[in-house]
C-alpha cells in the first residue's frame, strides 16, 4: 500500500447523508457571530447545498471585506450579485 497525503475526502463525503439543518444551523451562526469565520475552517465546497456554498462565499467576502454580516448586509450583497435568495436550488 502506498503512502496518499492526508487530503480531504469531498468527493466521498458528498455521497455520504448530509444534515441541511446543521449547515443552516452554522450559518445562522455567523450571522449572530461573525467571528466564528475566524476559528472554522471550512470552504463552501463543504456545504451539500448550492445555495449554501453561495451563501458562505458570500459570507467569506464579506468577513474579508470587513463588512458586517447580518441579514440585511447578506440579502444586499446576495441581491447585487443576483444571487437568488429563494434557495431553491438543487444540490450538485
Request: proline share 4%; glycine share 4%; no cysteine.
Amino acid at each position: 500500500m502506498t503512502p496518499t497525503k492526508n487530503k480531504r475526502p469531498i468527493n466521498v463525503l458528498r455521497n455520504l447523508p448530509q444534515s441541511l439543518e446543521a449547515e443552516q444551523s452554522f450559518l445562522g451562526s455567523v450571522i449572530l457571530d461573525n467571528s466564528i469565520l475566524d476559528r472554522e475552517d471550512l470552504t463552501p465546497d463543504d456545504f451539500h447545498l448550492q445555495f449554501h456554498r453561495q451563501v458562505y462565499k458570500t459570507m467569506l467576502k464579506m468577513w474579508e471585506e470587513r463588512i458586517g454580516i447580518d441579514a440585511v448586509t447578506l440579502a444586499d450583497r446576495m441581491d447585487k450579485e443576483e444571487i437568488n435568495l429563494g434557495g431553491e436550488e438543487e444540490s450538485s
